[in-house]
Structure formats: C-alpha cells, structure tokens
T-cell receptor, first 115, second 113 residues
C-alpha cells in the first residue's frame, strides 16, 4: 500500500511570501494531521483535518491554515512567511481521528526554507 | 497537561548489545503511547503502540516497549542492537483532545560496530 506522500520535497521562499504544501494520505484514511519539526523546537502539532473540516489546531498563528479536499488530500498554507517558519513540515494520516487507538502514519515531509 | 519526557539526548551502544531508550509520560486518564523512529531526511516511522492490555508491547524490527503505570514510563528496548538501528527515536502520547500527538524531544541512538 502506498504511504503518505508529500510535495514538494523542498521549498525555498523569501520573507513575506506564501507557501503551499500538499499531502496525500494513505488510501482509506480520512484524518490528516500536520506537524512542524523546527530545529530546537521539536515536533509540534499544527492542524487536524477530518472529513473535510478543520477539527483541531495547535498553538500557531492564523497565518497557518489549510484545507482538506473531498478525496481527503490536504494542503497547508503558510502566509506572510517569517524566518522562523523554516522547518520540516510533516503530514500524517490515520484511519480514525479522535480518541482512536490507530497510529498516525507520516510522510517524508516538506523542507521549507525561508531566505 | 499531557507531556512526554525523554531524559537522554543520546544513547550509545555496541552492536549486539541490548538497548534501552527511556520515556516517561504525564497524562490524565489512560495513556495512548507510541514510539516512532526517524532516519535522516525522512519522516517518522511507526514502531509500536500501547493502548491497553499487556505491559510488554512488541513492534517492528525487533523492538519492544515496556509500559509501567506506577513509574509512568514506556521504555523502548531491543535485545540485540544493529548498526542500522542508529537513528532518532521519538516517544509520543495522544493529547487530551484525543487527536494530536505530543512528542518528546527525541533521543539519538548510535550503534557502533
């Protein structure tokens, strides 16, 4: 079975620009999660989408947003990019969402670099 | 608030020796606990989980973990380390909302030949 796929692999932007990151979940998974892995800050939860709706958000400003499409793929948008947004952005999917005992399966991430 | 602690930044072990990567947690209620591994320039790979039941959980690649409720620990173990086990290991707990994972800061495992 195909795993979680993310694109692009790398993305280079300048301050103030907007970035769009994409994620395709494992077939049959309806929940998609986004995490940020920044140097020195570890892995932090960004957003959870399920059945096309944003269900939960981590402690990030509103310029981090996204959506989930009818085929359960997802986009993460980051507006007004700042230097500290440089990080590896990981997408994960799972079979069920809230209170599920199913593990989240991760893609290989998008490396976002802000110049 | 839920939290996870990995007290060691790095663990060094010789190939063939047993390895332990430590994790302690703080949750309200019953914990859902996970271990993941990350190789360079890759995402996280799921190793194993504890939800309920047996305190010794077996996972992928010969790894296992022992859940200890009284010590609030969930240590990752392997009887015989391989050089290819060298990677970054994360312990995680599902948060109170039952959705997001809260990760420890990670432990780098280095296995020497």
């Amino acid at each position: 079975e195909a795993g979680v796929t993310q694109s692009p692999t790398h993305l280079i932007k300048t301050r103030g620009q907007q970035a769009t990151l994409r994620c395709s979940p494992i077939s049959g998974h309806t929940s998609v999660y986004w995490y940020q892995q920044a140097l020195g800050l570890g892995l932090q939860f960004l957003l959870w989408y399920d059945e096309g709706e944003e269900r939960n958000r981590g402690n990030f400003p509103p310029r981090f947003s996204g959506r989930q499409f009818p085929n359960y793929s997802s986009e993460l948008n980051v507006n007004a990019l700042e230097l500290e947004d440089s990080a590896l952005y990981l997408c994960a999917s799972s079979l069920f969402g809230q209170h599920s005992n199913q593990p989240q399966h991760f893609g290989d991430g998008t490396r976002l670099s802000i110049l | 608030a839920q939290s996870v602690a990995q007290p060691e930044d790095q663990v060094n072990v010789a190939e063939g020796n047993p390895l332990t990567v430590k994790c302690t947690y703080s949750v309200s209620g019953n914990p859902y606990l996970f271990w993941y591994v990350q190789y360079p320039n890759r995402g996280l790979q799921f190793l194993l989980k504890y939800i309920t039941g047996d305190n010794l959980v077996k996972g992928s690649y010969g790894f296992e973990a022992e859940f200890n409720k009284s010590q609030t620990s969930f240590h990752l173990k392997k009887p015989s380390a391989l050089v290819s086990d060298s990677a970054l290991y994360f312990c995680a707990v599902r948060d109170q909302s039952g959705t997001a994972l809260i990760f420890g800061k990670g432990t780098t495992l280095s296995v020497s030949s």
